[in-house]
């Protein structure tokens, strides 16, 4: 017996596809272009040593050093504890560490260690 296979491969063209719909140009494209990065990220800290110091005025004097972040070379400069008690047992002459409050309230310290 002679078997006879007919493959019938029957290929239909989908010609069916509506006509894409053109939609109109926008014209209100939104400006979405937000900047997420800071200039500053974390904490802005600096070392240097006690000029000056009175707790009672909540004040510091520091002969610090360059602190990039804030683009501030080496100086010398008061700064003002936010809060006074922090400048307790700072004294002149002590080499400290110390933390700016901000990027744009840099003359407010949140910190000052003894090293
Ligand atoms: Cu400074």
Redesign the pocket.
Same mark, same amino acid.
């Given at each position: 017996m002679l078997r006879l296979l007919i493959a019938t491969i029957t290929v239909f063209a989908a010609a069916c596809s509506p006509p894409t719909q053109q939609e109109p140009a926008k014209t209100d494209e939104s400006m979405n272009m937000e900047t997420p990065a800071p200039a500053v990220a974390g904490p802005i800290t600096?070392t240097g040593t006690v000029t000056q110091v009175d707790a009672a005025a909540g004040t510091v004097t520091?002969n610090?050093g360059a602190?990039p972040a804030?683009s501030?070379?080496? +100086?010398? +400069?008061q700064f003002t504890a936010e809060n006074p008690a922090i400048l307790q047992g700072v004294a002149v002459g002590d080499n400290v560490s110390f933390e700016l409050k901000s990027a744009t309230e840099?003359s407010i310290v949140t910190s000052v260690q003894k090293q």
């Open positions: 600096g520091l610090h602190i804030v501030w070379p080496a +100086m010398t +400069m840099t």
